[in-house]
């Protein structure tokens, strides 16, 4: 069982939908990851927190919105997405923003699909 | 332009064949992490290597880091079935740089 739960594990929605993603880890971790990862390819950086900041945005389109309201929860709030934003949102953890030799704790991603 | 090139992109074997995954870069990283993802569910972290030149073994999988702490391998002895999966490369710099992913099955 992974240590960083994500939640729903589905999610169909349509383009005028707002929905939230939600991660959870109980690791003591002071970072927190969201990524992208479409099928059969590697994860994509979208945001980083660090203690509870948002440290690195990727440049990220606004309709997706990161919140980490404390240092176990992150969020990822979406409204008006597209059909090319349908893939598998993954959420990690490690202990500190600073990625010299930090494993990242994954979790097992919400497959969302966009109508 | 890939930061880290990973090979190869497929690789499909008999069981008990032996294989090997590689991973290079023209730039020098502080760390080196290998991951494993199945279908459905994250990556899951199989070894870091830090120091230039350093072998890392978990059980069947030999790991190496290159001197120059640009390029590793994977190498996997008597691939099983449950070998199967999604590798990935992962270089630490400012943050984690993924290489392209080596897809690998193993038929029984």
């Known amino acids: 069982d992974t240590e960083v739960t994500q939640t729903p594990k589905h999610l169909v929605m349509g383009m005028t939908n707002k929905k939230s993603l939600k991660c959870e880890q109980h690791?003591?971790?002071?970072?927190m990851y969201w990524y992208k990862q479409k099928a059969k390819k590697p994860p994509e950086l979208m945001f980083v927190?660090?203690?509870?900041?948002?440290?690195i945005n990727e440049s990220v389109p606004s309709r997706f919105s990161p919140e980490c309201p404390n240092s176990s929860l992150l969020n990822l709030h979406l409204h008006a997405l597209q059909p090319e934003d349908s893939a598998l949102y993954l959420c990690?953890?490690?202990?500190?923003?600073?990625?010299?030799?930090?494993?990242?704790?994954f979790g097992d991603g919400t497959r969302l699909s966009i109508l | 332009t890939q930061l880290l090139e990973q090979s190869p992109q497929f690789l499909s074997i008999q069981e008990g064949e032996n294989l090997t995954v590689y991973c290079n870069s023209s730039?020098?990283?502080?760390?080196l992490q290998w991951y494993r993802q199945e279908p459905g569910e994250g990556p899951v972290l199989l070894v870091t290597?830090?120091?230039?030149?350093e072998v890392k073994k978990l059980k069947r999988l030999t790991f190496q880091f290159g001197d120059a702490r640009k390029d590793s391998s994977l190498h996997i002895t008597a691939a099983q079935p449950g070998d199967t999966g999604l590798y990935l490369c992962?270089?630490?710099?400012?943050?984690?740089?993924f290489g392209a992913g080596t897809i690998l099955r193993v038929k029984s």
């Open positions: 290597v830090v120091t230039g030149g």
């Open positions: 992962a270089g630490s710099r400012n943050k984690l740089v």
């Open positions: 927190y660090s203690y509870e900041k948002l440290s």
């Open positions: 730039s020098v990283f502080s760390s």
């Open positions: 690791m003591g971790h002071r970072a």
């Open positions: 990690a953890s490690s202990q500190t923003d600073r990625a010299l030799n930090q494993p990242q704790h």
